[in-house]
């Protein structure tokens, strides 16, 4: 019975790095598109 238990709390823990990394990919992504904005407007003003 504890090992089910033991079974059940890995899948948590493996649903919660999923959902970070998730988070982690869509943020980084964010960040590309500000910083390509960003030099994209200074090119522009050179």
């Not at 970070?20 to 522009?44: D, N, R, S, W």
Request: hydrophobic fraction near 55%.
């Amino acid at each position: 019975m504890r090992t089910d238990e033991e079974g059940a709390t890995a899948v948590e823990y493996g649903l919660m790095v999923s959902l970070i990394a998730v988070v982690i990919i869509g943020a980084v992504g964010a960040v590309g598109l500000a910083l390509q904005a960003l030099f994209t407007g200074v090119e522009g003003n050179l």
